[in-house]
């Protein structure tokens, strides 16, 4: 059964070429969670292109255990829009349990936050901005092309991550060998680990986050899935 969903997530992932790479299209991954190494919930990853949109979306469904890592629920959707034969993103909104607001791209480095009672304000940066999943889409859709230092919008906050890169690496996730690349930035004391597959055009199957060396949250890859 597993390997279907392996064949028919590498004949979904097969799409046109776009900004030199595979535009992943219509792939709906999903992923087991785990707290501390206990189960805690299941992740869903979308990926959906129509006309000259990509949307790329997590939704987390956790228990009580996920909680602690805030991640009980938790949904980030990123819309991107093809200009020029490069993605450019448009908009961003983060919904979970005590926060929800959107980020709107005006221009590449600069970004409108709104949040629902509060004043907007902007985030500017002389870099190109990005948000935690136009910045997954782009390590999966540009590697090895892309830079070692980002960036990215965290809970309303820019942040610069400093990526470290590993190519050729191999990686057992529930029982299944996976080959590919791997990237991770240090935030404060936590270490955050991306696994990629190659044999799935980079599709994101593991990530994790330790803090102070010990894994606190792993999620991993599952199945994969087709949505029309």
């Known amino acids: 059964m597993l390997n279907k969903f392996i064949i028919a997530g590498l004949i979904l992932l097969n799409t046109n070429t776009f900004a030199g790479e595979m535009l992943l299209n219509n792939v709906v991954a999903n992923y087991a969670f785990f707290y501390k190494n206990i189960s805690a919930g299941t ?6 292109s129509k006309n000259n949109e990509v949307q790329i979306s997590a939704k987390y469904d956790g228990n009580f255990l996920a909680e602690l890592a805030n991640r009980g629920y938790r949904e980030e959707i990123s819309l991107l829009e093809k200009e020029k034969n490069a993605l450019k993103v448009k908009k961003y909104s983060y919904l979970d349990e005590k926060m929800s607001y959107e980020a709107i791209f005006e221009e590449t480095n600069k970004v ?13 940066s002389d870099e190109s901005i990005f948000d935690p999943m ?9 590697y090895p092309n892309v830079k070692d230092s980002y960036n990215v919008i965290s809970k309303k906050k820019l942040k610069i991550y400093n990526y ?19 990237a991770e930035y240090v935030s404060g004391n936590k270490t955050n680990f991306f696994f ?10 593991l990530t994790s986050v330790k803090k102070k060396g010990k894994e606190k949250i792993r999620i991993e890859l599952r199945n994969i899935e087709h949505t029309n």
């Open 196 to 205: 990629f597959s190659k044999e799935h055009n980079n599709l994101m199957v």
């Open 134 to 142: 136009s910045m997954l889409l782009h390590l999966m859709m540009e």
């Open 43 to 48: 992740m869903q990853l979308k990926i959906q």
């Open 164 to 182: 470290l890169y590993q190519d050729r690496q191999s990686m057992q996730i529930n029982n299944k060998e996976y080959n590919g690349f791997s």
């Open 112 to 124: 409108k936050i709104l949040e629902k009672n509060s004043q907007k304000f902007y985030l500017n």
